[in-house]
């Protein structure tokens, strides 16, 4: 065999490895965030010291420093962290990057509570059972715990409150994106009915911004029930299979992505069911998928659809699909908005 092709061969190898090796990365960033390694670094005012990072974690005895100097060797590398090496051969110091402030347990707007909830064992089981998925059909969250993601958080309420606070620490950052790019489109509205909305926090932010809209919260009894109050909020439970309540437009973000076309349809011709025949709109935020696309933002797109596959039975979709669906819906019209690198608008009506 020619030098040239085991080259090949081991740079292929390489790549299938590091594929298969590549939850280490969550794994890290799980660690980090459960150590509090953002905020230890953060709270001062220059890179430190292994040891002083050592000293400043939370630990009932001494911590391993060799394993978290291992550790935080893959962070760096990944750029969560940066590194300094002395020149005059001193301690090796850690500081912050511009990534790093993204893990912080103690700082309003954190990807912390999101990575905490994806990176949860009950989360990640799921994800190795899409072999069984392929073969049978079927939603891999079920098949690992035995009931839908939805029917387990409401039966398991600390699980509910992990997946809860990740949902909402998600909905704070692209609630921004949204009231910075699609402001124009709340104006006029009187009412708006936040479908799915969780504990409320998008819905709250909304009516905030425009107090002359009267605003609903709108989801399973059990996750109103750990609603905080918002002026100008009502929360209702219930079950938008069912029914919704009635509003000038219905707000959905990251909803129809959990579910299949058939149940997609069955929401969208209940929210029009719940607007003004021609006026009404829907306002539905979720992800464009770009299956073609050569971006690491299509990556992740295309990874988010196979959480969907893991987590909640549902898919990402082409915006084929979503016309497909809206029309379907009862929804004939639509615009697409693009507010943030994977995120858009999808505005729709009945006439």
């Known amino acids: 065999m020619e030098d040239a092709e085991i080259d090949a061969m081991i740079q292929s190898q390489s ?3 590091q594929n298969l090796l590549a939850f280490a990365d969550t794994m890290a960033l799980k660690c980090a965030v459960e150590l509090r390694l953002g905020d230890i670094i953060h709270s001062h005012e220059t890179p430190i010291t292994l040891t002083q990072i050592a000293s400043s974690i939370d630990s009932p005895s001494p911590p391993d420093v060799s394993s978290l100097q291992r550790i935080l060797r893959l962070l760096v590398r990944k750029k969560i962290f940066s590194v300094h090496h002395p020149s005059d051969g001193g301690e090796t110091l850690y500081g912050p990057t511009s990534f790093s402030s993204w893990i912080l347990r103690d700082f309003e707007i954190s990807l912390s509570p999101f990575i905490l909830m994806q990176a949860h064992p009950l989360m990640i089981t799921p994800w190795l059972y899409f072999s069984q998925c392929v073969k049978e059909g079927g939603t891999a969250f079920k098949k690992a715990h035995g009931h839908e993601l939805f029917v387990f ?22 609630t921004m994106a949204i009231l910075t790019k699609y402001k ?6 009187g009412s708006l009915v936040d479908v799915g909305g969780g504990t409320g926090g998008i819905i709250g932010a909304i009516v905030d911004q425009f107090p ?8 399973l009894p059990h996750v109103i029930a750990t609603a905080p109050e918002y002026d ?6 219930g079950n938008m299979f069912e ?15 959990d579910w299949s076309d058939e149940d997609c349809v069955k929401i969208l011709r209940n929210c029009v069911k719940a607007i003004p025949e021609e006026t009404g709109k829907v306002i539905v935020v979720d992800i464009v998928l770009n299956p073609d696309g050569n971006s690491p933002l299509d990556d992740i797109s295309i990874v988010s659809d196979l959480g969907m596959l893991a987590i909640t039975g549902g898919k990402e979709r082409t915006e084929p699909e979503w016309k497909m669906i809206l029309e379907e819906g009862g929804f004939p019209r639509y615009k697409i908005f693009n507010i943030a690198p994977i995120l858009c608008i999808i505005e729709a009506y009945t006439k």
């Open 15 to 17: 790549l299938v490895l």
């Open 153 to 174: 958080a409401q039966q398991n309420p600390e699980f509910n409150r992990i997946f809860n606070d990740g949902m909402a620490c998600t909905a704070m950052m692209s």
């Open 184 to 189: 124009d489109g709340f104006k006029g509205l």
């Open 212 to 219: 002359h809209i009267k605003g609903i919260n709108f989801d």
């Open 232 to 237: 100008g909020v009502t929360h209702i439970g």
């Open 243 to 257: 029914a919704i309540p009635h509003a000038d437009a219905v707000f959905m973000k990251w909803i129809l992505h």
